[in-house]
Structure formats: C-alpha cells, structure tokens
C-alpha cells in the first residue's frame, strides 16, 4: 500500500505561483514513480506531469509547459509541482498519483496505480 498526502493548494492571483507538494508513505519513495493530474469541476482527469523515478525523465502537457515544474526529495518522499505563471483555467483539484512501473500510458490516470485526495487550486483572473 501506498499513502499520498498533497498539500500546497490555495487562492492565488492570475500570474502568481504556488507549490504543490505530495508525501508518500507506505514504500521506498526512489521505487516510485510520480504523476501530477487534475481535474476541474464537471471535467475529466487531465495529466499535468510526471517523473520518473530517478528523477532524470520528466514529462508535461503542453498546456503547462514552460509554466509548471516537477521535481522530487527522495530524502523527503515528496513529489513537488511549482506552477508559475497561473492562469485562470489552472484553477481544478490537483491529484498525486503514483505507481511502481513505467507505461508510456502515463498520460492515462488508468496507468496510475495509487492516489491522493487532492488539493484545490483556484486562480482569480
């Protein structure tokens, strides 16, 4: 089992930043991969980003790109989004997945194996 807890969500103002954050329990942190999605009212799940478990591959969608950033502590178990540059339609309840194997699905939420509870966004325009 796997237990992610995201912290960090909040009210911020169109061109502000805010850092996501996400501890993982429950198995060795290096062993997991990490993905943020998200998910707006009334909306189907959307990927955001993910990292591999050495930290050396990282991937966005393109919405975000040049915006948001994913990083990870391994020392910490904690999986970081810092989103700058927000805007209006950024505003959805960010989720932590993760999952012990790669899948070039990643962009799936069904590729993701365990997941948080989420943390709300909201971005005033």
């Known amino acids: 089992q796997v237990q992610l807890v995201e912290s960090g969500g909040g009210l911020v103002q169109a061109g502000g930043s805010l850092r996501l954050s996400c501890a993982a329990s429950g198995r060795t942190f290096s062993d997991l991969h990490m993905a943020w999605f998200r998910q707006a009212p009334r909306k189907g799940s959307e990927f955001v980003a993910a990292i591999t478990w050495s930290g050396g591959g990282s991937y966005y969608t393109d919405s975000v790109k040049g915006r948001f950033t994913i990083s990870r502590d391994n020392a910490k178990n904690t999986v970081y989004l810092q989103m700058n540059s927000l805007k209006a339609e950024d505003t959805a309840k960010y989720y932590c997945?993760?999952?012990?194997?790669?899948?070039?699905?990643?962009?799936?939420?069904?590729?993701?194996?365990?997941w948080g509870q989420g943390t709300q966004v909201t971005v005033s325009s």
């Open positions: 997945a993760a999952s012990g194997r790669w899948n070039d699905y990643y962009r799936d939420h069904a590729t993701w194996d365990y």
